[in-house]
């Protein structure tokens, strides 16, 4: 494993992961003193440790040298789930609060987990554009002409 062959989205997407996880374990509304565990309901935290899943495959997959097809597969996985995760989440934590009232406000662990499901994201859609043009692997040499068929005289 070497971490030589993360790039910038990859890293990005990776923090933005470890980020999101973290803050899942911090208090999200109050009154209540609940975590993103316990407040988000269980469609949104699918999504979300979806997009986490997701993004660390796409790290461990880049930095243990995996085929490429595996790389490009948890890339697009990835860069798919993570913005249904963010739109997810900005609904749970902007509109549709638990036991929304007037009493109830976001706390801090949202903010930090709308933060790093933002960069894991970003993060996904960056390491998905980037393919490596100017790697020597990466260059196209083509292939060497064809000969010309003989002419035939009538």
């Known amino acids: 494993m070497t971490t030589g062959r993360l790039r910038a ?19 999200w509304f109050a009154p209540g003193d609940r975590s993103g565990w316990d407040s988000l309901g269980w469609i949104v935290l699918a999504l979300a440790v979806l997009a986490i899943a997701l993004a660390a495959w796409l790290v461990v997959a880049t930095a243990m040298g995996r ?12 860069a798919t789930a993570a913005p249904l995760a963010l739109i997810a989440l900005v609904l749970r934590v902007l509109l549709v609060q638990p036991g929304a009232n007037a009493t ?26 980037d393919e490596r043009t100017a790697a020597p692997g990466s260059a196209y ?13 009538s």
């Open 141 to 153: 040499v083509p292939p060497a002409p064809r000969p010309a068929p003989p002419a035939h005289s």
């Open 104 to 129: 109830t406000t976001v706390e801090v662990g949202a903010w930090i987990g709308l933060g790093g499901a933002a960069l894991l994201t970003l993060g996904a859609w960056w390491a998905l554009a």
């Open 67 to 78: 085929p490429v097809s595996q790389v490009v597969a948890a890339d697009v996985l990835a």
């Open 9 to 27: 989205g990859e890293l990005l997407a990776g923090a933005g992961a470890v980020v999101l996880l973290v803050a899942l374990f911090l208090e």
